[in-house]
């Protein structure tokens, strides 16, 4: 009997191991391909090849892309044939069998797959125009998305303590909106609040 | 060691397992999903409005459409229509779930046996052309459609050497016929009413029904308004019942059904100056003198005399005749009648104008009559039938079903089951007027675009009638010049096009932005003789069959129409404006008459004519004659989906088959029925409180006279501090200096942390309660464009709709036995946004709270359903979701969700929210265009936007300039209940105007 005890507890704790480990983000995923597919992205794109600015990446704005963050809610991602607009004459020199999935999703009519990475809860409304207009850049709050190979999910759940136990950096964390009080309650050059944090603001 | 598992094992085995299965991580990620190819004109999160012509009713209102990512997701009225001018009814509001019932065909149906199977366009057109080239003898049955489609139709008939029958189930035949007679027009009558001083409706239900119910509620809350002369025009109903029409009359006269022509007559006796002004009708008016009249109706004789007087003297004035609901044998002589009395009061070119050709249903029943004979004699081979469910429609004494059957190939364009289909061989769904081409002329000079605001709805591979006509065309070999009707239509305008005012193609453009073009077709010559009647006509009343002493009143409902509307939940659940009952079917009974016969509220009773009976419950309703009892139209479906079967009863199981003459409009007064209690009652569906204010300054009102010095009429019971209100529109004043605020916290800011932000604008509404209607349109808006849930009949019966908005009726003065004043306060009820609110200081965690602007918020997510708020709220405005209503919605009527609004799940309090999200979307806008400052009225909710009377005002009231404070600073303007609790409301009403004396000080 007692051995049962201790089997089950020790299964329990690494049951409870495994499961922090899977909060505090997993392993850093593998290189290229592999990390992607790790994450389910019907595609391995690369953010950093185009949006970075390291000799040889492309250093494309982000709303070059993400065309409507500076006059919707929502900041849009590229069609297909926005992709294809390049890819017909790109081939890619890295990864060439990735870039030819462009074509047979064109092919097909079908839309490509993404994995949604960002996303807060529906009952919340996050107008992207207003802070785009503010002089907000993209990765005050979507991180450093230019040095990014494979965007993982943010935390859910950032704590201190992943930053003590995982050395992870604070970043925008999902459904956190202490992340967004934060920054709006900070004052401006007038010493005022910059931003409302009235609640009706964003929840309606 | 016992045997069986122990308690402590139990629970570390519990816990173990628990642990593990979090391991397994979520399941589907969320995906985002790309444009292949981006269309230009979509950006994603922002709407893009369509311009369009609604295909609801006949009445054809102007329509815009929002669409978010290519789906419609909202639809208002389009205030540059040249009739509807903006607003839109409820009935066209639901349109929109018509678009998305799941109840719609899949694709076109092809019977083989008793089962229907889905099959291929090309399959069912080919089928068409086979079964008419093989059986001959086309009938199209079609119902009320757009001058091109009409003129397909037409050709197409033609090709194929068949008949067309023109049929609607509500139809203003009559009118259609006696305008005819009288003055030789074609089209209805068009109507001015906001210019009138006095308008008589002779039980025409125009807010409801008829050619333009928004047009003409619009007009009706116009000419009630009172004039910078201090003058106001006075509306009399004459009729056995009160609609919601009659509901806003100032006067009743509660004539015998089947009167009208009598005391219509009657009164132009009183009028004409001499016979001659009668022209041909001269002897008529001499057989009907106000001594005939009161006989014939059941009133005295001084009341149509004086009546008479007046009508003649406050000049212009307007009457009108009888409508659907009053369709006896003799409609058509009872709208002569009121022509007659139009012609010697001198109203024609003035307030009716005969040459405006106005189109609305007028198909005529009696077609139908040939038509069925025609069909159960074998005459006819392939019957088709578009826009039209005549077995429903029809009362079941017309044999329609029958006959229908015998035909030998039945097509039905259903887009969703309905009765007709059910019996059809072969269905061509249609496509809804939301994805498809079309245009309308609601009058002469007036022609509307329909334009597709969306690609078709993809569950269901539905095709435009008119495309499938003109492909069927091609097998049988015939061409119409286009292979698709957008071209048919195209080339059609392309040909009435003046090329004097310009090149078609911007014509066309800037029709389809705007939404109708007026053009000039040629004044026809207007009418300035009546002329001699071609047919035998009477102005007596009818004889009734004779089934009971109850007069039975069939009447389309202000919901469903003639029950082309009932499978939809949002009508369903819409408390009916006159009874606030909703998803089931009631007898209206006046409250003598059922004390008399021991019936009370609630019992069920067999309803039996000659032709049929039914069962319903009672409703009592002290707006009816006493020998006299109601049951609208649109209930009792079997086959029309999910919502609309199973729900009420079907009035017309008591008419007989019978059609009108000369007009051949089916007839809806025609019989009277016996009452007989069954002995079982059931809980009626209804949202109403009381109709009586109990003493308590809801709803008060103001004698006309009495304006101008309301304070000298008010009680002086306690309310000297408050009657600083009256002056500053119900705040106190708050000092300030050079127009800026300097004592803070403002009044209402007392509660949360943001006293300092007094530069930000202070929401707020006016509702004017002498123009609102109780239409309840704002109703279905307010649901369509928040997300509001719909319960079901049962939650109802429990008192828990959802609306957020809903129409108080309270009765104060209502008289069915005698003609005299008549007193009925509408108040729409939306969450008032109190800057005191009683439902704020109660939430335990906070999710209730007043903003900067003045808004009452509700955080959704915050709110864990203590329902504290609803408890304390006064309005009772606050609603619970007590289950996740949102699940039952089956796909793809969740397509239509606004996508700005959070979907709240069970346990959660909501209520008006001022429309907020659209107060962000303009402020963002705003934000957007260089900061600029939000101008007056350009934040419009849902409720305002749709009101076709122009009730509704919102605005920021710390503008002096704005239209809400200027509207507020009239003396009219009150709160609710505020003089008693003092809980500030933001929304302020103004009293309705009354011509009666009110008795005492504004509250009665």
Not at chain 2, 197 to 205: E, I, P, Q, V
Not at chain 2, 925 to 935: C, H, P, W, Y
Request: net charge negative; charged share 20%.
């Amino acid at each position: 009997m007692k051995k049962r005890w201790l089997i089950g507890g020790l299964a329990g704790v690494f049951a409870l191991a495994g499961l922090a480990f899977v909060q505090g983000g997993g392993g850093e995923g593998g290189e290229g391909a592999e990390g992607a597919v790790e994450t389910g992205q019907p595609i391995a794109f690369p953010h950093n090849q185009h949006a970075g600015s390291e000799p040889g990446q492309n250093n494309m704005d982000c709303q070059f892309c993400h065309f409507s963050a500076e006059r919707s809610v929502a900041a849009g991602i590229p069609s297909v044939a926005s992709c294809w607009g390049c890819h017909v004459a790109i081939p890619g020199t890295n990864h060439p069998e990735e870039v030819a999935k462009i074509q047979g999703y064109l092919e097909r009519d079908e839309p490509i797959p993404w994995v949604r990475i960002y996303k807060i809860s529906d009952h919340a409304h996050f107008p992207h125009m207003r802070h785009v207009n503010a002089g907000l850049e993209c990765q005050e709050c979507h991180g450093e998305i230019q040095e990014m190979e494979v965007l993982t999910k943010p935390d859910e759940w950032w704590t201190p303590a992943k930053e003590l136990f995982f050395g992870q950096d604070p970043v925008w964390g999902g459904d956190n909106m202490g992340w967004c009080v934060e920054c709006h309650r900070r004052p401006d050059e007038n010493g005022e609040q910059q931003a409302s944090t009235d609640c009706a603001v964003c929840h309606y | 060691m016992t045997d069986g598992i122990k308690r402590r094992d139990f629970l570390k085995v519990l816990g173990v397992t628990g642990a593990s299965a979090t391991l397994t991580g979520c399941s589907e990620p969320e995906r985002l999903l790309p444009y292949v190819v981006a269309p230009e004109e979509i950006t994603p999160g922002v709407a893009t409005w369509y311009t369009t012509v609604c295909g609801g009713c006949s009445a054809q209102c102007g329509m815009w459409v929002r669409t978010r990512e290519g789906r419609a997701v909202k639809v208002e009225g389009n205030p540059n229509h040249p009739v509807s001018r903006g607003g839109l009814c409820s009935k066209g509001h639901a349109t929109l779930q018509h678009l998305y019932n799941p109840d719609r065909f899949h694709g076109p149906m092809i019977r083989e046996g008793d089962r229907l199977r889905q099959g291929t366009w090309d399959e069912a057109e080919q089928l068409l052309a086979a079964q008419i080239t093989a059986t001959g003898n086309v009938m199209f049955i079609g119902g009320r459609m757009g001058p091109s489609m009409s003129n397909l139709v037409d050709e197409f008939v033609a090709a194929v050497n068949g008949t067309r029958i023109e049929y609607d189930a509500v139809s203003d035949a009559p009118l259609r016929e006696a305008a005819r007679i009288t003055y030789g027009a074609t089209g209805l009558p068009s109507y001015d009413i906001a210019n009138a001083r006095l308008l008589l409706s002779f039980g025409n239900d125009f807010i409801e029904t008829g050619s333009s119910p928004v047009a003409h509620n619009k007009g009706l809350a116009q000419m009630s308004a009172v004039d910078a002369a201090g003058s106001k025009g006075r509306f009399v109903y004459l009729g056995p019942r009160l609609s919601t029409t009659g509901l806003n009359a100032d006067e009743w006269y509660p004539i015998r059904p089947g009167s009208e022509a009598a005391v219509a007559l009657g009164m132009a006796a009183v009028i004409a100056d001499d016979a001659g002004a009668a022209g041909p009708y001269a002897d008529v008016l001499r057989a009907y003198s106000p001594a005939v009249a009161a006989q014939a109706a059941g009133v005295s004789e001084d009341s149509i005399r004086e009546l008479a007087e007046r009508f003649a003297s406050e000049s212009p004035t307007l009457a009108m005749g009888p409508g659907v609901g009053g369709h006896h044998r003799n409609a058509t002589a009872a709208n002569i009648a009121v022509m007659i009395l139009n012609h010697v009061a001198g109203n024609v070119g003035r307030t009716v104008h005969y040459d405006a050709a106005v189109s609305a249903a007028t198909g005529a029943y009696a077609e139908m009559e040939s038509a069925v004979s025609a069909m159960a004699a074998g005459q006819v081979g392939v019957a088709i039938v578009h826009g039209a469910n005549p077995a429903y429609s029809m009362p079941a004494a017309s044999g329609f079903v029958e006959a229908f059957s015998q035909a030998a190939f039945k097509v039905s364009f259903a887009s969703a089951m309905d009765e007709t289909a059910a019996l059809a061989d072969l269905i061509l769904p249609d496509r809804h007027f939301l994805e498809a081409w079309g245009d309308s002329m609601p009058r002469s000079d007036v022609v509307a675009l329909q334009q597709p605001v969306m690609q078709p709805v993809p569950h269901f591979d539905s095709k435009s009638a008119g495309d499938v006509l003109l492909a069927t065309s091609v097998h049988l070999g015939n061409d119409f010049g286009a292979t698709t009707f957008y071209d048919f239509m195209r080339n059609g305008h392309m040909e009435m096009h003046d090329d004097s005012v310009g090149d078609f193609e911007t014509s066309w453009r800037l029709a389809l932005r705007t939404g109708a073009v007026e053009h000039d077709m040629g004044t026809t010559a207007a009418p300035s003789q009546l002329q001699a009647p071609d047919v035998a006509l009477s102005f007596d009343a009818p004889a009734l069959d004779l089934g009971g002493d109850l007069t039975l009143l069939v009447h389309p409902s202000p919901r469903f129409g003639g029950g082309e509307f009932s499978n939809s939940p949002w009508l369903q659940e819409l408390p009916d404006p006159v009874s606030k009952i909703t998803w089931h079917s009631w007898l209206e009974m006046n409250g003598t008459t059922a004390e008399e016969r021991g019936i009370r509220e609630g019992d069920i009773v067999r309803v039996t004519s000659p032709h049929g009976e039914v069962e319903v419950p009672v409703w009592i309703y002290p707006g009816i004659r006493e020998d006299a009892v109601a049951l609208a139209m649109g209930g009792g479906h079997t086959n029309m989906g999910r919502w609309a079967n199973g729900s009420g009863v079907n009035a017309l199981a008591l008419l007989p088959s019978e059609s009108e003459q000369p007009s051949g409009a089916m007839l809806t007064l025609a019989t009277s029925v016996t009452v007989t209690p069954t002995g079982e009652r059931r809980r009626i569906a209804t949202i109403e409180g009381s109709s009586d204010q109990h003493d308590r300054p809801i709803a008060p009102a103001v004698a006309l006279a009495d304006l101008g010095h309301v304070e000298e009429a008010e009680h002086d019971e306690g309310h000297a501090e408050f009657q600083e209100l009256q002056g500053v529109g119900g705040f106190v004043p708050v000092p300030s200096e050079g127009g800026a605020a300097t004592a803070f916290p403002l009044e209402g800011s007392r509660h949360g942390p943001y006293a300092e932000s007094h530069d930000l604008p202070r929401w707020a509404m006016a509702i004017d309660l002498d123009k609102c209607t109780g239409c309840s349109a704002c109703v279905t808006a307010c649901q369509a464009e928040n997300n509001v849930p719909w319960v079901g009949e049962e939650q109802v019966m429990m008192g828990r709709d959802m609306n957020w908005v809903r129409i108080e009726r309270y009765i104060e003065h209502m008289d069915a036995t005698q003609a005299g004043d008549l007193d009925v306060r509408m108040l729409p009820m939306i969450c008032q946004h109190c800057a005191n609110a009683p439902c704020e200081p109660v939430c335990p965690v906070f999710a209730t709270y007043h903003t900067p602007e003045g808004v009452n918020a509700q955080i959704y997510n915050r709110c864990v359903g203590t329902r504290y708020c609803a408890n304390n709220c006064p309005y009772k405005v606050r609603v619970f979701n007590w289950y996740r209503y949102m699940d039952d919605v089956p796909e793809p009527m969740n397509w239509q969700w606004n996508p700005d609004v959070t979907i709240r799940t069970n346990g959660v309090m909501e209520k008006c929210s001022f429309c907020m999200q659209r107060i962000r979307d303009v402020e963002n806008r705003a934000a957007l265009e260089d900061g600029r400052a939000i101008n007056d009225g350009e934040i419009v909710p849902a409720c305002e936007q749709s009101c076709p009377a122009e009730a509704i005002v919102f605005g920021n009231i710390r503008d002096e300039n704005s239209r809400v404070s200027q509207v507020v600073s009239s003396e009219r303007t009150y709160r609710v209940l505020d003089e008693l609790l003092n809980t500030q409301p933001a929304v302020h009403y103004l009293r309705k105007v009354t011509f009666h004396e009110i008795a005492s000080g504004g509250h009665d």
